[in-house]
Nanobody, 126 residues
Framework: QMQLVESGGGLVQAGESLRLSCVTS????????MAWFRQAPGKEREFVAA????????SYGDSVKGRFTISRDNAKNTGFLQMDSLKPDDTAIYYC???????????????????WGQGTQVTVSS
């Protein structure tokens, strides 16, 4: 079983940056794909970014392309989401998720990820 714990959320102003971290335990992050999703108040959870273990391929949601960057440090069992040029619409609870690596295809669907963290709140004021 893998446990994931997010951190790094907070309150920032529009245009500022935040870096979220996701520390895994129970199993090494190696050979696991990872992803970030978010859920804004009153909205469904949506895909933000994902990275496959193999070749480090990435995929981003349309609303964050060019502003957010997903990365990972397998040696530290930690994933990251660098968020730049934040907007009020980015306000949400951010969740990291992981799945066993099966191929270089980057998975962006929530059901593909069996392991989830509890989330960290990001609030962007205008």
């Amino acid at each position: 079983q893998m446990q994931l714990v997010e951190s790094g959320g907070g309150l920032v102003q529009a245009g500022e940056s935040l870096r979220l971290s996701c520390v895994t335990s129970g199993r090494t992050l190696s050979r696991y794909d990872m992803a970030w999703f978010r859920q804004a108040p009153g909205k469904e959870r949506e895909f933000v970014a994902a990275m496959s273990w193999g070749f480090g391929r990435t995929s981003y949601g349309d609303s964050v392309k060019g502003r957010f960057t997903i990365s990972r440090d397998n040696a530290k069992n930690t994933g990251f989401l660098q968020m730049d040029s934040l907007k009020p619409d980015d306000t949400a609870i951010y969740y990291c998720a992981a799945r066993p690596y099966t191929s270089t295809i980057v998975r962006t669907s929530q059901p593909d990820y069996p392991y989830w963290g509890q989330g960290t709140q990001v609030t962007v004021s205008s």
